[in-house]
Structures are given as structure tokens and as C-alpha cells.
């Protein structure tokens, strides 16, 4: 599952800082939980990850493994985007190609959706995600925050409300999960920052009747920029 990798999903990879330059960030962490559609998705302990971003011009490419730390459970995305530049909004429309070991599953998602500077402080943000495997949409509605606590301090936050058709369930449709993120960032130099983050997931309606609850976990990584 693509969705919601991690605590890394609440900082946006970065877009090229230069016209024209190739930008690249490397970004490890480690997750108590693996989480996805308000789901932990392995039966037990947390995931290592590694994150390779590649940007030029409005063109992304992202490389993405995950590796369970007690669960024998190994992901590879990757993923093609396209992040036009519009003023205050920002679209987005990516294809992901997906292999989940053991076992050798393969999916392709295909996802569009963009962020609106309504604020400096307030960004709304929707996306849709197709899973071919599954046949079904997952939407996620989304209001972002970003907090300069100092010149090298910041805080990230975001609440999300996700909605499943078919793409985690096919046994319900509707309001799957609502999810606080939160992450602390210091930037330790010009081309190094670290994070933590913390995680609340509230199960809605399509988590419960998959016999899920509540969650909480946090993360720790890197995140280096060349």
C-alpha cells in the first residue's frame, strides 16, 4: 500500500530548489508501526525504510523500501510524478509500481490531487489513489500546518480524514480512519535535518468492521539533501 508510508508522509519531498537543477534526498527512518488506511499492516514490531527522491523541473522520481524490524515483510515502490507549479496551488499526478515480499505481490496505483496555500499556516490538500490490484479508491481529505519554532526548529502537523471504495475494503464504503500527524524537525545543517514524529489514528467505520481500532506510534530518520 502506498498511501501513508511511514511519518515521512507528513513532509512533502521537496521540488527542485533550482530552475532546471537536479535536486536528490535520501531519507532513512524507522516506524514503531507500520500504518496504512488507519491499518497496521504487519502482525508484529515496526519498519526500517529508506526514501530516494529524485527531482527535475516538475518531474519526480521516488524510490521507496520498507523492511519490517521483528516481521519478515519487505516493500518496494516506485513512483513517477508530475508536480506542476501553479502560484498557491500545488497538483500532483503519479503512477507507483508496488512489490510486497514474500510472495512476490505486485500492484500499480495511479494518484492525482494537490495542496492549496489557503494560508501560510493553513493548506488544505486532497488525494485520490486507484489500486488496480484491489479495483477501488481511496481518498484522502487533508489540513496541513507548518510552525517555525526557531531558524532551525519547526513543527509539522497534520489531520487527515480518509475515505475507502474498494481500495482497503470491499466490504464497506465510506469514512475509514481520521489521522493526526505531527513532527518536529531540526535542521542540524544546511543539507541535514532530523525528526521525530507521534501518530493518532481514530478508527472510523471501514477500519472497525475489518475488526481494527485506534492507533498510536511514532517515528524517527533523516532527511539529507544533495
Not at 514490531?45 to 519487505?74: I, P
Not at 495511479?110 to 490490484?133: D, N, R, V
Not at 502537523?157 to 481520521?178: F, I, K, T
Request: net charge negative.
Amino acid at each position: 500500500m502506498a498511501i501513508q508510508k511511514g511519518f515521512f508522509c507528513t513532509l512533502a519531498l521537496m521540488a527542485p530548489l533550482n530552475a532546471g537543477a537536479m535536486e536528490f534526498q535520501l531519507v532513512p527512518a524507522w516506524d514503531s508501526q507500520y500504518v496504512s488506511q488507519g491499518r497496521d499492516q504487519l502482525s508484529e514490531g515496526g519498519l526500517y525504510s529508506l526514501d530516494a527522491y529524485f527531482a527535475k523541473g516538475n518531474w519526480g522520481l521516488d524510490l521507496w523500501q520498507g523492511r519490517g524490524d521483528q516481521t519478515d515483510y519487505r516493500e518496494t515502490d516506485a513512483t513517477l510524478e508530475y508536480v506542476p507549479a501553479m502560484d498557491k496551488l500545488t497538483p500532483f499526478v503519479s503512477l507507483t509500481r508496488l512489490r510486497i515480499d514474500p510472495g512476490r505481490d505486485y500492484d500499480t496505483e495511479a494518484a492525482l490531487g494537490g495542496e492549496f496555500l489557503f494560508k501560510p499556516w493553513l493548506i488544505p490538500g486532497i488525494e485520490a489513489t486507484y489500486s488496480h490490484q484491489a479495483g477501488g479508491t481511496f481518498v484522502l481529505l487533508s489540513l496541513r500546518t507548518v510552525k517555525a519554532l526557531s531558524k532551525t526548529v519547526s513543527v509539522h502537523a497534520r489531520l487527515s480524514q480518509g475515505l475507502d471504495y474498494g481500495y482497503a475494503s470491499s466490504a464497506h464504503d465510506g469514512p475509514n480512519h481520521r489521522q493526526l500527524d505531527v513532527t518536529m524537525t531540526w535542521q542540524y545543517a544546511p543539507q541535514l535535518s532530523l525528526f521525530i514524529a507521534g501518530h493518532q489514528s481514530w478508527a472510523g467505520e471501514d477500519v472497525r468492521r475489518d475488526g481494527g481500532g485506534d492507533l498510536s506510534w511514532f517515528g524517527v530518520g533523516l532527511n539529507g539533501y544533495f
